[in-house]
């Protein structure tokens, strides 16, 4: 549905994006993640027609974007990071405007599937945050298109408004649609992705199903509270260990990556020669935040 | 285009657009018969004491005439500030609040959008000052007696309506090239008062929109080369503008952040 190539974004000196590439496949969910100004949102008003690269091959939905007229040409649904209504309409005045009034019955379904029936009379200025960003969603739905990309759509909401956004974002794949959507909410993307992406400073990191990186980042971690601070010869030491992959220190807590889970006896060996005092002591598996933090600090 | 055409009169009528600039129309139409026939007589014989305010009157010899004359001097005055500043957000606001970029992925054409804009405000700025100007005729003819008829107030009403649609098209292009509101309202008084200024300067003012204020104040329904030129004249220029805009939108980045 989606390919990009080589694509490249200037901003007067500032190249926000220096090398995308990008492949979203039919009837996925693909998560885009990447810190803030990583260049997400960047890539998406490209996806979306919305602004012009400066280089490089973008197709979406089988057209050249850079050939591109008009967004609308595109026949996608699109959700802006802050979706921006007229606050005097309501929301079924709203869909309503943006359908171009061809299909009552269709606005109607996406009022009841978003939630919005009840407020359908209500005037869009005095809506919540996760009711505008769900009636984004079902504006993004108004032409019914089989390709959505929506730019964080979950990001600003609490967790009951994420989860129901979440839910939409799924119960949407089931209806054989695909969704590329960016976010730099981790969990999120565990919860419901297929394909992860990963891009900081306008450049791909990584792009992977989710299944196959989880299964090639399944190196065990340990997240150690020593009693009283440890000395950082110890921590030099402790670094030194066969079968320790990486190890970060947060406040008095740090944190170890591992090659196996035999290499746990030799830490805990290590910590009790030492004479440290464990608090606590937990095995954990390696999280897409664990990649993403690991991405953004080798670059 | 009927959706286009519908969200811009509920935009008229819900912002209070439409209310801010009729209400604005109509005080001057009201106000203007009373400054003339009541509060003047008052200041000048206060200022040449012994002198009745009937007295007054009579040496100031007012008619319905200068009266509306009067009023269509003053309105074409603060009037184009009122309109310059009510909806200097027209096009502006839109890209500056990036309004329009869920309705253009939708399917949203510029022409659409642009044209129903024209269409609903040019037909509200063209009946607001006829209305107004009906509203000063009836009610200085009651203060000074009836001088003229009916069709050279619609006459006269039209043609500042007519001129009040090259307002609002200066205010849709400035509004796309400045993306701010205000500046975008700015402009177009620069634009406005500049080529009625230099047009008077030149003596050239049938060869400008302003031809359309000197022929309005006449009141004198004729067909002759100096209405048609400035009503061919400002019809261009509309053209052209509106031209101007559409070409600006198409080439627009949209959703992008401010500082880029």
């Known amino acids: 549905m989606i390919t990009v190539k080589g694509l490249q974004k200037k901003f007067k ?53 850079t050939k591109l007229t008009h967004p609308g040409d595109l026949k996608i649904g699109y959700l802006p990071e802050d979706p921006k209504f007229y606050p005097w309409m309501t929301a079924h005045e709203t869909l309503d405007y943006l359908s171009g009034g061809r299909n009552t019955g269709h606005t109607g379904e996406i009022l009841r599937w978003t939630g919005l029936l009840d407020a359908r009379n209500r005037r869009v200025g005095g809506f919540s945050r996760g009711m505008k960003q769900r009636l984004g969603i079902g504006a993004a739905l108004i032409r019914n298109p089989e390709l959505l990309i929506l730019d964080e759509p979950s990001s600003a909401l609490d967790p009951e408004g994420r989860s129901e956004v979440l839910r939409l974002i799924k119960d949407l794949k089931g209806m054989g649609k695909t969704i590329l959507f960016s976010t730099h909410i981790l969990d999120d ?4 992705c ?7 400073a306008g450049q791909m990191l990584f792009e992977k199903p989710l299944a196959q990186l989880q299964k090639e ?17 110890i921590l030099d030491a402790l670094e030194q260990l066969t079968g320790l992959v990486s190890l970060a220190k947060s406040g008095k807590s740090f944190t170890i990556k591992v090659a196996d889970n035999g290499v746990s006896v030799s830490v805990m060996r290590f910590l009790a020669d030492s004479g440290i005092l464990i608090e606590s002591f937990s095995l954990r598996k390696a999280r897409l935040e664990d990649l993403f933090l690991q991405g953004v600090n080798t670059k | 285009m009927k959706t286009e055409i519908i969200k811009e009169l509920r935009y008229a009528i819900r912002s209070g657009r439409a209310l801010i600039l009729f209400a604005s129309f109509l005080f001057f139409a009201l106000l203007t018969p009373v400054m003339l026939k009541v509060v003047l007589p008052m200041v000048l014989s206060g200022q040449l004491g012994g002198e009745t305010t009937q007295g007054i009157s009579g040496l100031t010899d007012m008619t319905q005439l200068d009266c509306i004359r009067n009023y269509m001097d003053d309105v074409l005055q603060i009037g184009t500030i ?15 609040d990036n309004t329009w970029v869920l309705p253009l992925c939708a399917g949203k054409r510029f022409g659409r959008m642009v044209g129903a804009k024209l269409l609903v405000f040019g037909v509200l700025m063209v009946l607001i000052p006829i209305i107004a100007l009906l509203v000063d005729y009836g009610y200085s003819g009651l203060l000074f007696g009836f001088e003229i008829g009916v069709i050279p107030i619609l006459y006269g009403g039209l043609l500042q309506g007519i001129y009040v649609l090259f307002l609002l098209s200066c205010l849709m292009t400035w509004g796309v090239i400045i993306r701010r509101p205000i500046p975008a309202g700015f402009l177009t008084l620069v634009t406005a008062f500049g080529i009625h200024f ?8 049938r060869w400008t929109p302003s031809g359309l204020l000197v022929e309005a104040q006449k009141l004198m329904p004729s067909v002759t080369p100096s209405l048609l030129i400035p009503i061919a004249v400002t019809a261009l220029i509309i053209v052209f503008m509106t031209v101007l805009t559409l070409s600006r939108l198409r080439n627009l980045e949209w959703n992008v952040r401010a500082a880029q």
Not at chain 1, 49 to 63: D, F, K
Not at chain 1, 222 to 230: A, C, E, G, L
């Open chain 1, 13 to 65: 000196n500032f190249y926000a994006l220096k090398n995308v590439d990008m492949h979203v496949k039919k009837g996925e969910i693909y998560g885009f993640i990447g810190p803030n100004g990583s260049g997400k949102t960047s890539t998406m008003n490209i996806l979306a027609g919305l602004s012009r690269p400066a280089q490089g091959e973008c197709t979406v939905n089988g057209l050249d974007v």
């Open chain 1, 189 to 192: 993307v565990e919860r419901i």
């Open chain 1, 194 to 200: 297929d394909t992860v992406g990963m891009i900081d």
């Open chain 1, 217 to 233: 980042n399944t190196q065990p971690i340990f997240d150690i509270t020593p009693v009283h601070p440890v000395e950082s010869s």
């Open chain 2, 82 to 96: 009122i309109i310059a500043f009510t909806l200097c957000g027209l096009t502006a606001s839109e890209i500056r």
């Open chain 2, 198 to 205: 230099i047009s008077s300067l030149l003596n050239i003012q």
